[in-house]
């Protein structure tokens, strides 16, 4: 199945598939300029509209998300280069106290794959475990500013601010 199908039956958006096929396109223009922290992932924001927007993260080896969910944001991630390993984890607790949830299994995702979120019990965790860098496009829909991470050991969570190290035009590059 080409690319733009399997947005299609995900999204269900025209408008969503519309820029992560920009994205997913233009990624050899912006692919130099993105962050790169070692043993770390960085986020960029390539669209932002009132309703969305468009991040691209690059995973360096051996880079490691907390568990989180997305908050409020429903998500698509498509994976553009290397392997990322997703460790997948529901919420069984009312969120007002002890946290409680139990690992429900994991996919690895390859160049193309789509992982989506639609919501704030759907918990992960993101694994580089490859010895090369990983590259993959997140739309949040609404705009993510604020999720929640977990403490496996403490069975606590925090809220924590979404944010990027730079932001890109996509426009721009694409031009």
């Not at 993260?57 to 907390?66: D, F, I, L, N, T």
């Not at 429900?104 to 390859?110: F, K, P």
């Not at 993959?136 to 925090?158: C, G, K, M, W």
Request: proline letters at 5%; a negative charge.
């Amino acid at each position: 199945m080409i690319r733009g199908e399997l947005l299609s039956r995900a999204m269900g958006d025209s408008e969503y598939v519309s820029a992560m096929e920009r994205a997913a396109l233009a990624f050899s223009k912006y692919r130099s300029q993105l962050p790169a922290i070692p043993y770390a992932y960085t986020r960029t924001r390539l669209i932002e509209m009132p309703h969305f927007e468009v991040v691209v993260m690059h995973w360096a080896a051996g880079s490691v998300s907390p568990i989180h969910d997305h908050g409020d944001s429903r998500c698509w991630v498509l994976l553009l280069e290397g392997s990322l390993d997703v460790e997948n984890f529901e919420r069984e607790d009312d969120g007002s106290g002890t946290v409680a949830m139990r690992p429900t299994g994991s996919l690895r995702l390859e160049p193309d794959d789509l992982d989506f979120r639609f919501g704030p019990r759907e918990l992960h965790r993101v694994v580089n475990s490859g010895a090369k860098t990983a590259y993959s496009l997140q739309l949040y829909a609404s705009p993510i500013s604020t999720y929640n991470v977990f403490d496996e050991h403490t069975l606590t969570s925090r809220i924590v601010s979404a944010t990027c190290e730079l932001q890109l035009d996509l426009d721009a590059l694409s031009s």
